[in-house]
Nanobody, 121 residues
Framework: QTQLVESGGGVVQPGGSLRLSCVASGFTLDYYGIGWFRQAPGKEREGVSCISSSGGDTNYADSVKGRFTISRDNAKNTVYLQMNALLPEDTAVYYC??????????????WGQGTQVIVSS
């Protein structure tokens, strides 16, 4: 079955850390830029970060720069999102998605089911 599966979400206190994983099955991630997105209750989905197929190019939303780090291990068919110094406003469902291109410049055409992150004291 071809799918992307996110994991690693949970409940964490402000200032804490989580590492999200996005694992592909049924296809290889090597050829695709992979993005992380999030959607908070009552808000539109927003892009968080993206990494090119080689890992050489990354980008981040201003709201997470300096706190989040995206990386990938193509041998494990996995992309990670390390989230540090979490804030309550980071609370959302986080999704990974595959771009139609090796970069992050095209459309994201294949999505995972999401993992919930709750930042609360």
């Amino acid at each position: 079955q071809t799918q992307l599966v996110e994991s690693g979400g949970g409940v964490v206190q402000p200032g804490g850390s989580l590492r999200l994983s996005c694992v592909a099955s049924g296809f290889t991630l090597d050829y695709y830029g992979i993005g992380w997105f999030r959607q908070a209750p009552g808000k539109e989905r927003e892009g968080v970060s993206c990494i090119s197929s080689s890992g050489g190019d990354t980008n981040y939303a201003d709201s997470v720069k300096g706190r989040f780090t995206i990386s990938r291990d193509n041998a494990k068919n996995t992309v990670y999102l390390q989230m540090n110094a979490l804030l309550p406003e980071d609370t959302a469902v986080y999704y990974c998605a595959a771009n139609i291109r090796t970069s992050c410049n095209g459309d994201f055409h294949f999505w995972g089911q999401g993992t919930q992150v709750i930042v609360s004291s």
